[in-house]
């Protein structure tokens, strides 16, 4: 739409001025002439809404992914070949539920082994209980027993922790989000086979300059976009902030916290667009950012003002009106409005296009892109340019024509 305007009000101005007609005047022979600025006044269509008063806020912005706070890579403890997987990407999974059985044959038939010596040595301290209790051997050999049946019993429970080992289970209740692991490979242990996230821990850690640790405080809104989930806006909040400043990038790390109804939409890893409102005003005077022009560190708008009864309207066809250059002091900004603190209220309507070619004072029309498409519709731009090129043809004819003193 900006575009379509500025195209408009282009071709509008061309034809109104002609490509800027001069006055020639001869200056002591045939072939000198002098060019005098004698351009009319112009009319310049421009664009104008008046101010709003709304709440308006200004943020900090950066980019994170979302991470689960609790997020969990499970490894098998022990060697072994893969013989089941029972879960996979994707799969919600309860704390202790198996994810991998590993084979455990020779494992199960060195525990029965190790069962049957311990019911052998169990056999022989409860007869060696007997004769010692009658006198009939010694404390010694009745100690020695004790001690060989319960080192037995310590060897089968610590054969029997090790076979749970060979059954891999979920260390935390969540979603299977990665697996590595196929039924036949041989399992290594302290390699990485699965990776379990709790969703209800998903967050976002953002990284916020400096300069802004008077203003950051617990418990901060901040506005949060997922690329994966369109233009759908996230509410979270600060839980924390890391006060320690990253020397490299000079920002601190802030901790933001989803609401709870949101998580379920969310996923790990998501690119994520964060705005941290840093500071909001309520019923502020806006105006559109392209209102606000910068000149020498100052910021101005023109304003629309009705002509003086002493100034006469260049085109009586249509109502016709004068731009004031005003300067003005800004406040918050957002992506669209600027805060303006002083030189305008409520009632004064500001140009938001067209104003680049504009001096104080300048005449103005207010109109708006499709009012001037509709007006320039049967003349195109090249129409336009022709009809500019024949008028200074003609002005410049009949100037040459003219000699002082005929």
């Given at each position: 739409m900006h575009r379509y305007l500025t195209i408009a009000i282009a071709t509008t101005c061309l034809i109104a001025v002609g490509c800027g007609p001069t006055a020639l005047r001869a200056n002591g022979g045939a072939n000198t002439v002098e060019a005098t600025s004698q351009r009319p006044m112009t009319v310049v269509p421009v664009s104008a809404v008046l101010p709003v008063r709304e709440a308006i806020s200004e943020f900090a912005r950066t980019d994170s992914r979302?991470?689960?706070?609790n997020r969990v890579e499970v490894s098998s403890e022990v060697m072994g070949r893969c013989l089941k997987v029972k879960f996979e990407e994707g799969d919600h999974v309860k704390k202790g539920a198996v994810l991998v059985e590993l084979d455990k044959t020779e494992?199960?038939?060195q525990l029965r082994q190790q069962q049957a010596q311990e019911t052998n040595a169990k056999?022989?301290?409860?007869?060696m209980k007997q004769l010692f209790a009658k006198g009939l051997d010694s404390e010694q050999n009745y100690d020695s027993a004790l001690a060989t049946y319960r080192q037995q019993q310590e060897t089968v429970n610590q054969t029997r922790e090790q076979i749970l080992k060979y059954s891999i289970r979920a260390p935390i209740s969540g979603t299977i989000s990665m697996k590595d692991v196929q039924v036949g490979e041989i399992v290594s242990s302290g390699t990485p086979?699965?990776?379990?996230?709790?969703?209800?821990s998903y967050m976002l850690v953002v990284r916020i300059e400096e300069s802004e640790i008077p203003r950051l405080h617990e418990g901060q809104r901040a506005l949060v976009t997922v690329d994966a989930l369109g233009d759908e806006v996230f509410e979270t909040n600060v839980r924390r902030i890391n006060m320690s400043i990253d020397a490299d990038s000079g920002t601190v790390g802030v901790i933001l916290d989803f609401k709870k109804e949101d998580v379920p939409k969310l996923r790990e890893s998501a690119f994520a667009r964060v705005q941290m409102i840093m500071d909001t005003r309520e019923n502020a005077l806006l105006v559109p950012k392209e209102a606000v022009m910068e000149e020498n560190s100052r910021w101005y708008v023109f304003a629309v003002r009705d002509?003086?009864?002493d100034e006469t309207p260049v085109n009586a066809d249509k109502p016709e009106f004068k731009a004031v250059k005003i300067e003005v002091t800004t406040g918050l900004e957002n992506s669209d409005y600027t805060e303006v603190i002083e030189g305008i209220s409520d009632g004064d309507r500001v140009v938001t296009y067209g104003q680049?070619?504009?001096?104080?004072?300048?005449?103005i029309s207010v109109t708006t892109?499709?009012?001037?498409?509709?007006t320039a519709a049967a003349v195109t731009a090249e129409e336009a340019l022709e009809i500019a090129k024949a008028r200074k043809a003609r002005?410049?004819?009949?100037?040459?024509m003219f000699t002082p003193g005929k």
């Open positions: 979302i991470e689960a706070e494992q199960l038939a056999n022989d301290f409860e007869r086979i699965f990776t379990v996230v709790d969703p209800s002509l003086s009864e680049q070619t504009l001096k104080s004072e300048s005449r892109a499709e009012h001037e498409l509709e002005g410049t004819t009949n100037r040459n």
